[in-house]
C-alpha cells in the first residue's frame, strides 16, 4: 500500500503562482510514476502533469509552458509549480501513484486550487 498526502492548494488570484506538494508513504519502491490529475466541478477527472521514476515527464496541452512537475525521490516528494494561474485551472487536484504491477493506482484526498479572476 502507498498512502498519498498533497497540500499546498489555495485561493489565489488570477496571474499567481501555486506550488503543490505530495508526500508518498508506505511501499514507496512499488512506485513507477507519479502525477497530478484534477477535477473541476461537472468535470472529469484529467490528467494535470506525470513524472515517471525515470524523470520523464509529460503535461496536458493546457498547462503547457506554465506547469512544472518534479519529484525528490530522497524525501519521496512529487511537487507541481504552478504558474500564471487562470480560473480555468480552478480545481480539486489529487496525487497519483502507479504502480510498477499495471492497473495499481494509488490516490491522495485532494488539495482545492482555487483562482480568482
Known amino acids: 500500500q502507498v498512502q498519498l498526502v498533497e497540500s499546498g492548494g489555495a485561493l489565489v488570484q488570477a496571474g499567481g503562482s501555486l506550488r503543490l506538494s505530495c508526500v508518498a508513504s508506505?511501499?514507496?519502491?512499488?512506485?513507477?510514476?507519479m502525477g497530478w490529475y484534477r477535477q473541476a466541478p461537472g468535470k472529469q477527472r484529467e490528467l494535470v502533469a506525470a513524472?515517471?521514476?525515470?524523470?520523464?515527464?509529460n503535461y496536458a496541452d493546457s498547462v503547457k509552458g506554465r506547469f512544472t512537475i518534479s519529484r525528490d525521490n530522497a524525501k519521496n516528494t512529487v511537487y507541481l509549480e504552478m504558474n500564471s494561474l487562470n480560473a480555468e485551472d480552478t480545481a480539486l487536484y489529487y496525487c497519483?501513484?502507479?504502480?510498477?504491477?499495471?492497473?495499481?493506482?494509488?490516490w491522495g484526498q485532494g488539495t482545492h486550487v482555487s483562482v480568482s479572476s
Open positions: 497519483n501513484a502507479k504502480a510498477a504491477t499495471p492497473g495499481i493506482n494509488y
Open positions: 508506505g511501499n514507496i519502491a512499488s512506485i513507477n510514476a
Open positions: 513524472i515517471t521514476s525515470g524523470g520523464i515527464t
